[in-house]
């Protein structure tokens, strides 16, 4: 007996899986080809170098010429000052300088000072010399002042200074002291002249140490 059920039932599966198999392959599909996106990568930022801050110490101003160092000791009593150069552009002169002592004590020994490298230019002096006082029988060396020093002097004056001893001063007095000058240099000069009483700075009337910046023409 022919078994004719079953060969048509193995006959439809092969027919099935033949048809799976066709349908398989037509449904296989190459990959497009899409753009793919690389990652940009991230710029490294270089360091910009940071100028490294200049701290620099202040520079001290320095000195003009002919200026004086203020001495250690100070004297708190104050004095009221006036100068006035009379000094002829191309010659000789004076310099006028008035103190009144506003303390209510006496300053023993008024001593002004100036830096001594001035002679370059001016020449300062207590009095004109000449061959007539050394000469016999001219007039006595009998001066108003005390001392006239170039230093270093024996009470402490210091090097390369002049000081000019005048006193005493009591209080509420004002004493007039002529300083002769003689040109030894062309054109203007300004130096520092300060008021002592022996070796301590005396004060201005505004508090300030007694050193003024003296100008000649």
Same mark, same amino acid.
């Given at each position: 007996?022919?078994? =004719?059920?079953?060969?048509?039932?193995?006959?439809?599966?092969? !027919?099935?899986? &033949? #048809? *799976?198999?066709?349908?398989?392959?037509?449904?296989?599909?190459?990959?497009?080809?899409?753009?793919?996106?690389?990652?940009?990568?991230?710029?490294?930022? &270089?360091?910009?170098?940071?100028?490294? +801050?200049?701290?620099? +110490?202040?520079?001290?101003?320095?000195?003009?010429? $002919?200026?004086l160092a203020l001495p250690a000791d100070r004297d708190a009593r104050q004095v009221r000052?006036?100068?006035?150069?009379?000094?002829?552009?191309?010659?000789?002169? =004076?310099?006028?300088?008035?103190?009144?002592? /506003?303390?209510?004590? =006496?300053?023993? %020994?008024?001593?002004? @000072?100036?830096?001594?490298?001035?002679?370059?230019? /001016?020449?300062?002096?207590?009095? !004109?010399?000449?061959?007539?006082?050394?000469?016999?029988? #001219?007039?006595?060396? $009998?001066?108003d002042w005390t001392k006239w020093v170039e230093g270093p002097g024996e009470n402490g004056?210091? !090097?390369?200074?002049?000081? $000019?001893?005048?006193?005493?001063?009591?209080?509420?007095?004002? $004493? %007039?002291?002529? *300083? /002769?000058?003689? @040109? =030894? #240099?062309?054109?203007?000069? !300004?130096?520092?002249?300060?008021?002592? &009483?022996? %070796?301590? /700075?005396?004060?201005?009337? #505004?508090?300030?140490?007694?050193?003024? @910046?003296?100008?000649?023409?």
């Amino acid at each position: 007996m022919t078994d =004719r059920p079953g060969r048509e039932l193995r006959a439809g599966l092969a !027919a099935l899986g &033949a #048809g *799976i198999l066709l349908a398989a392959c037509q449904a296989t599909t190459t990959p497009s080809n899409a753009p793919s996106t690389t990652p940009t990568p991230t710029p490294t930022l &270089a360091a910009s170098p940071t100028a490294a +801050a200049s701290v620099s +110490a202040p520079t001290a101003t320095p000195e003009p010429p $002919l200026s004086l160092a203020l001495p250690a000791d100070r004297d708190a009593r104050q004095v009221r000052v006036l100068v006035a150069p009379q000094v002829a552009v191309d010659g000789d002169g =004076r310099i006028a300088v008035q103190v009144t002592n /506003l303390s209510e004590q =006496r300053v023993v %020994e008024l001593v002004l @000072r100036w830096p001594t490298d001035l002679r370059e230019v /001016l020449f300062l002096a207590p009095f !004109a010399p000449s061959q007539q006082r050394i000469a016999n029988g #001219g007039p006595p060396l $009998l001066q108003d002042w005390t001392k006239w020093v170039e230093g270093p002097g024996e009470n402490g004056e210091p !090097a390369g200074t002049t000081s $000019l001893g005048w006193g005493p001063l009591d209080p509420g007095a004002t $004493l %007039e002291i002529p *300083i /002769l000058v003689t @040109r =030894r #240099g062309p054109g203007p000069v !300004a130096f520092d002249l300060q008021l002592l &009483a022996g %070796e301590a /700075l005396l004060t201005l009337e #505004g508090g300030d140490p007694a050193e003024l @910046r003296v100008e000649v023409p």
